[in-house]
C-alpha cells in the first residue's frame, strides 16, 4: 500500500499498518465478547488480553504483565500518572515537577493540580530543548513526590537523558515518570534501563489503532484511578476494555520487535538527507532541536521571516502534509510553549515547520519534499515584509 | 452474519455490525489524517467529525452540534459528568444526589468524590428497582448541585421516569444527568423529551465499537474537564480525536435511526416470549426489574435455591452466553448493589441470570434457551442442598 499524497505528519498519528488492521478484524464481530464476562467469548478474550499484555510487558521490559495498564490514549496515561500519583501521595508532599517542553497533557494536568493545592515547578530546557539531570536535582525538594520529563520531543525530536534523570530521582526518593509517546516502537525503550517507575506509550504513534495506550506502572508504586467505575485493569482504568484495539496494539508492537531497528536506520538516513538538504538550499532555513540527540522521525525547521502556517499551505497544494508542531496545539495558534522554551524568539517560531516521517516515506519523497520546500519558501521570501528586496 | 453459538449478553457488549465496521475501515489507513492537523487529510478527518457529531446531535434531539462531546467509554462521559459538574460548581454547593442502582462508574465516582469533600446522597428504589420523582424531591437540599439518575438499569432493566425526575430537579434549580447507556439505540432517547442536562451513551452497547461513547452537556451547563491535554473535544476530553471510531459510532447511530423501532417491537415480542416461559416452565424462578416498564432487550431471573454462576457455566456447555447481572462487576462476585436495592435476599441475588437479546438473536435461540435453562435449573436443583428432596 502508498499514499497518492506525502503524509509527513507521523508524529501526529500514523496510518495503522494493515497487518494490525487484519488482526483486529475478527475481534469486531466472530471474537467479540467482554473479557469481563464469565461465558466462553468473554473468558477467551479475558486470555487475548492477558496475553497482549504479556507482549507489551515484554516489550519495555516490565519485570511482570501486571505492571502494565491499558489506558484510551496517552493523554490518559498522563493524566492518570500525574494525577493519580500526586493524589495518592499528598499525605507525604504536594510538590510535581515536569519539564517545560512536555506534551500538553501534562502541563495542563500539572497546572490543575497547581489550581487545587499541589505545587509544581517547571524544569527549563536548553537550547536545543533537552532537560538535564543537574536542573532536575537543582528543583527536587524534600516535598517532592513525583518528576516528569518525557523521552523524546514531539514537536523538535529532542531525545532527553531520561536514565540519568531516574537515577537522580531514586537518588532523592522521588518517583520518575517519562512520557513514551514518541519513542516507543521508535527507538529502545526499556524500563529496566532507563529506570522509569512509571512510563507512558500510545498505539496510534507507533502504526496501531487510536483509542488505546498504556502506562506502565512499577510495581510498589503507590498511584490511585483517576476514572472510576467496574475496576478493570486492577482497578486503576475502569471502562469495557477495548479488545479490539488492545489486539492491534499488541500486533503492532510484535511488528516494531521485528522491523523497528532496520526501520530506525532507514529513517535516519532519510532524515539526515532531508535535514542536510534544507540547511544547504534555504539559507533562512535552521533546525529546530538537538542536532543528533534526536528521534529518528522527526525533523523540525525554523525559517526566518515567514510563517509555518503559509510553508504548510503551499506544501499541502503539493500533496505534502505536516504541521507546524504539535497537531494537538495547532488550532490554537499560540506560540509552541517547546520552542520558547528553546529561547527562539517570537518570530522564529512562527516561521516553524515539523515533517515527521514514517515507515511510508521512501527516498522519493524526500527529494519531492526538499524540491518543493525551495520553492515554497522562496515563493513566501517574495511576499514577505520583512526582507529587504 | 450469524454466530454459532448464542450471544445473549449484549448488555455487556455488543457485536459490531458488520455495516459499521465497513464504514470504519477506510479510516484506518487511506483516510488516517488527525483532526487537529492543518493539512488536508487533517482537515478532511475534522470535517468528517463534525458531520458525526450532527448525526449524533439530531439523534438525541440536541439542539446543536457542540452540545456533543465525544469520549473514550460511557464510563468516562459519567465520570466526566459527575466530577466536572460538582468540581466546578462546588462553591453553591458539595450535594450531589445519584440513585442505589447506578452504574459502578458512576457509584465509584460518587464515593471519589465523599472522600474528597462532598456530600452524597444515595436514592433508595422499589422492588422493581425503579426510582421516582418523589424520593428524588425528598432527597434534595439548598446545596444540591446535581441528581443523576440512568435512564434504564443495566442489569434489570427497569426504566425510570426520567423526564418526571428532570422536571423535579429543575423546580429546584438542580441540575439532572442521566446515564443513557443502556437505553440510547434500543428506546427513544430524547433530551428535549426527557429534561436531560447531561446524557452519556455509548457505542458499543448498540452495534458500534468499543472506544467511543458521548456527553451530551446541555449549552450554558457549568463543568469543567477531568481530562486535560491539547483541549479537543471544546476542551472538555482532550486526546488525539478516535476518527475511526467516531465514524462507526455515526454509521451505528444512523442504521439505529432506521431500524430500532421496527427492532424495538421484534425484541419485546421474543423477550416476552422467554419472560413468560420461563416464569411457567421453572418454578422456582422469579422475574427481576419492572414486569413492563423494562429495556425490549433485557429479561433478569432469579432462580430459588441454586447459583447464578452454575447455571451460567452449563448455559455455556450448550452454548449459550449469559451473565449474572453487570459484566464489569461479575468478576468480583460480591452481591449484586442493583437486586439489593430492589430488597432482594443474598441467596435470592446469587441465583439470578440476566439474559440480554440483540439484533442476531432469533425466535429459535429464544426456544432453544428456554428447554436448556429448564434442564441446567433441574439439574442444579437435584444439587441444591437447600431443596427437600
Redesign the interface.
Given at each position: 500500500?502508498k499514499?497518492n499524497?506525502i503524509?509527513t505528519?507521523c508524529a501526529?498519528?500514523?496510518?495503522?499498518d494493515?497487518r494490525v488492521?487484519k488482526a483486529m478484524?475478527p475481534y469486531?464481530?466472530?471474537k467479540?465478547?467482554?473479557p469481563?464476562?464469565?461465558?466462553?467469548?468473554?473468558q477467551d478474550n479475558f486470555e487475548v488480553l492477558e496475553k497482549c499484555r504479556q507482549i507489551t510487558a515484554d516489550f519495555v521490559g516490565a519485570a511482570k504483565k501486571e505492571e502494565i495498564i491499558f489506558t484510551?490514549?496517552?493523554?490518559?496515561s498522563?493524566?492518570l500518572a500525574i494525577k493519580g500519583v500526586m493524589w495518592a501521595n499528598q499525605k507525604n508532599g504536594k510538590h510535581l515537577i515536569v519539564s517545560s517542553v512536555e506534551?500538553?497533557?501534562i502541563l495542563?494536568?500539572a497546572?490543575?493540580l497547581s489550581r487545587n493545592g499541589f505545587e509544581v515547578s517547571y524544569l527549563a530546557a536548553d537550547e536545543y530543548g533537552m532537560i538535564h539531570p543537574e536542573t532536575v536535582e537543582a528543583a527536587i525538594r524534600p516535598d517532592t513526590i513525583l518528576v516528569s520529563v518525557m523521552h523524546a520531543n514531539n514537536e523538535i525530536g529532542t531525545i532527553n537523558p531520561v536514565s540519568e534523570i531516574a537515577k537522580v530521582c531514586h537518588k532523592h526518593g522521588v518517583l520518575f515518570h517519562t512520557d513514551a509517546a514518541q519513542t516507543c516502537g521508535k527507538i529502545e525503550v526499556n524500563v529496566q534501563k532507563n529506570g522509569a517507575d512509571l512510563l507512558t506509550a500510545s498505539s496510534?504513534k507507533m502504526y496501531g489503532?487510536?483509542?488505546?495506550a498504556f502506562l506502565y506502572i512499577k510495581t510498589g508504586t503507590v498511584i490511585e484511578a483517576?476514572?472510576?467505575?467496574?475496576?478493570?485493569e486492577g482497578g486503576l482504568r475502569?471502562?469495557?476494555?477495548?479488545?479490539?484495539?488492545i489486539v492491534g496494539f499488541a500486533k503492532a508492537i510484535e511488528i516494531a520487535n521485528k522491523e523497528m531497528a532496520s526501520e530506525e536506520k532507514r529513517l535516519i538516513v532519510l532524515r539526515d538527507k532531508l535535514i542536510k538538504n534544507v540547511l544547504k538550499e534555504i539559507p533562512t532555513a535552521g533546525l529546530n532541536g538537538h542536532p543528533s540527540k534526536r528521534l529518528p522521525n522527526i525533523a523540525s525547521f525554523r525559517f526566518a521571516y515567514i510563517e509555518g502556517?503559509s510553508i504548510?499551505?503551499w506544501?499541502?497544494e503539493y500533496g505534502?502534509?505536516?504541521?507546524?508542531g504539535?497537531?494537538?496545539?495547532?488550532?490554537?495558534l499560540t506560540a509552541s510553549h517547546v520552542l520558547t522554551a528553546c529561547g527562539l524568539r517570537k518570530e522564529e517560531i512562527h516561521g516553524s515547520l515539523r515533517l515527521s516521517l514514517g515507515k511510508w516515506t521512501t527516498e522519493k519523497d524526500i527529494d519531492f519534499i526538499i524540491e518543493k520546500l525551495q520553492i515554497v519558501v522562496e515563493k513566501l521570501n517574495k511576499l514577505s515584509p520583512f526582507i529587504k528586496k
Open positions: 500500500m499514499y499524497k503524509y505528519d501526529a498519528t500514523t496510518p495503522v494493515p488492521i478484524m469486531f464481530f466472530v467479540m465478547g467482554n469481563a464476562s464469565m461465558h466462553k467469548m468473554g484510551g490514549s496517552a493523554t490518559e498522563n493524566n506534551h500538553d497533557c495542563e494536568s497546572k490543575w496510534h489503532p487510536k483509542g488505546v483517576w476514572t472510576h467505575g467496574g475496576g478493570q475502569s471502562s469495557t476494555v477495548n479488545i479490539p484495539a502556517e504548510i499551505y506544501l499541502n505534502i502534509m505536516a504541521s507546524t504539535s497537531a494537538c496545539s495547532s488550532p490554537k
